[in-house]
């Protein structure tokens, strides 16, 4: 099994920066990548950003490209997400998850975090 626990999440003006964390453990070698997704109310669950441990693979979703960026601590097992020029649309909750390969499909991510609420006013 493998423990992901997100934190970070807040409110924030629009044009502001939040950073989130996901720490991993447990049988963490058992994962090739970790994804964040976002739920808004209403919305499907999509993916925001991927990166991998150490195969070099990141993804960027288009709507957020030049604005997060994707980074990670292997001897930590934290991976980050650093938000900045947020919009009142990046408001959802952010998850952080693990897969085994690459994939921007949510169904391939098989550990999930508890979520952390982003909102982001107007």
């Known amino acids: 099994q493998v423990q992901l626990v997100e934190s970070g999440g807040g409110l924030v003006q629009a044009g502001g920066s939040l950073r989130l964390s996901c720490a991993a453990s447990?049988?963490?070698?058992?994962?090739?990548?970790m994804g964040w997704f976002r739920q808004a109310p209403g919305k499907e669950r999509e993916i925001v950003v991927g990166?991998?441990?150490?195969?070099?693979?990141?993804y960027y979703a288009d709507s957020v490209k030049g604005r997060f960026t994707i980074s990670k601590d292997n001897a930590k097992g934290t991976v980050y997400l650093q938000m900045n020029s947020l919009k009142p649309e990046d408001t959802a909750v952010y998850y952080c998850?693990?897969?085994?390969?690459?994939?921007?499909?949510?169904?391939?991510?098989?550990?999930w975090g508890q979520g952390t609420q982003v909102t982001v006013s107007s």
């Open positions: 998850a693990a897969a085994n390969q690459p994939t921007m499909s949510a169904g391939a991510y098989q550990y």
């Open positions: 990166i991998g441990w150490s195969n070099g693979w990141t």
């Open positions: 447990g049988r963490t070698f058992s994962t090739g990548v």
